[in-house]
């Protein structure tokens, strides 16, 4: 597959009308679901970690894998091939982050990428950090968001089976590994009380949701843009580890098919990346995508600001 493969999918996208607004004149309309939702969870999470302070803490980031590997490298941008054992634990792992079924993540990540900080982004950060980090959850989206996501093109994904039954045994799938797991477990193995594996568990679905959401506000919003300044998404390491190396966000939006979402040297805060390797080396990821070093440094002297250690190397030697 060549590497363009990631935008050409896009780009089969008909064109409605002009190019979606920036950030219009709004009347935002609560989302009564969002709120009770959002609400409940965050409460919940606070109470867990008061409780969490004597508890043993849970691997929470191991299962944002399941977004980071899974929905995001994986499913939404194809920038490496996983075979079925790999795909159903990412799929598991990506339920127990309760962020829709991937089929969805994936429709409403591609129309990110492709109208990214317009109207048509569902977190569209031309609006602030609050909105594209929570905000957008607790309002009904945009009309541009609700016109355009029918023209997302998610065929393969609609076509692959373990994603299909994950989004037709969703209820039972999510509920199961993003709720019951999660507390049956340390109920039954190690005694705990359903009181505290509960919202130790509200705790740690809490703190993957704001890694994810650090992702659309923070890594759009501040740090450096070595690669394209004419793009919002900036390098952020402080989100890539929080969030498994997502944060080199600049890099990103320029190389979306990239497996590696992020320069070679970045690796160590890389957990995704690391992950994908290790996967690789046992034959459970293949046809890794990635961008040439020359294509990279080219794009850098050509779009970026010159942060990138090659063009500010060349301007200050
Ligand atoms: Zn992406
Ligand atoms: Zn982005």
């Given at each position: 597959?060549?590497?363009?493969?990631?935008?050409?999918?896009?780009?089969k996208i008909d064109e409605i009308d002009k190019y979606p607004t920036k950030a219009a004149a709004w009347n935002y309309r609560i989302s009564y679901k969002g709120v009770l939702a959002m609400g409940y969870f965050?409460?919940?999470?606070?109470?867990?970690?008061?409780?969490?302070?004597t508890s043993a803490k849970s691997?929470?980031?191991?299962?944002?894998?399941?977004?980071t590997a899974g929905a995001h490298r994986l499913w939404s941008h194809r920038s490496y091939k996983a075979t079925l054992p790999l795909q159903i634990i990412l799929m598991l792992f990506q339920s127990m982050c309760l962020q829709y079924t991937v089929i969805n993540w994936v429709r409403q990540h591609r129309l990110h990428h492709k109208y990214s900080d317009t109207d048509a982004d569902p977190h569209n950060a031309s609006r602030?950090?609050?909105?594209?980090?929570?905000?957008?959850?607790?309002?009904?989206?945009?009309?541009?968001?609700?016109?355009?996501?029918?023209?997302i093109d998610v065929s393969d994904a609609t076509s692959n089976p373990v994603l299909r039954f994950q989004k037709e045994y969703a209820y039972p799938?999510?509920?199961?590994?993003?709720f019951v797991l999660p507390t049956v477990i340390p109920v039954i193995?190690?005694?705990?009380?359903?009181?505290?594996?509960w919202h130790v568990n509200m705790l740690r679905y809490a703190l993957t949701l704001h890694g994810t959401f650090l992702i659309n506000s923070a890594a759009h919003i501040y740090g450096n843009r070595p690669y394209d300044t004419n793009i919002s998404p900036t390098q952020n390491t402080l989100v890539s580890l929080a969030i498994c190396g997502e944060g080199f966000h600049n890099y990103h939006h320029t190389f979306p098919w990239d497996y590696r979402a992020a320069e070679l040297g970045n690796?160590?805060?890389n957990l995704s990346t690391m992950f994908i390797n290790l996967c690789a080396w046992f034959?459970?990821?293949?046809?890794?995508?990635?961008?040439?070093?020359?294509?990279?440094?080219?794009?850098?002297?050509?779009?970026?600001?010159?942060?990138?250690?090659?063009?500010?190397?060349?301007?200050?030697?």
């Open positions: 597959m060549s590497p363009k493969s990631d935008e050409t999918l896009l780009e965050h409460l919940a999470a606070i109470y867990g970690l008061y409780l969490s302070i691997a929470t980031i191991l299962f944002s894998l399941g977004v602030g950090f609050f909105f594209s980090h929570l905000g957008w959850t607790l309002v009904e989206e945009h009309d541009e968001v609700t016109k355009r996501i029918t023209q799938v999510i509920g199961m590994m993003c193995f190690w005694g705990e009380t359903i009181n505290v594996a690796t160590l805060l034959g459970w990821a293949y046809d890794l995508k990635t961008v040439t070093d020359d294509m990279i440094k080219a794009r850098a002297r050509k779009t970026g600001d010159g942060t990138h250690m090659t063009t500010y190397m060349e301007v200050n030697k």
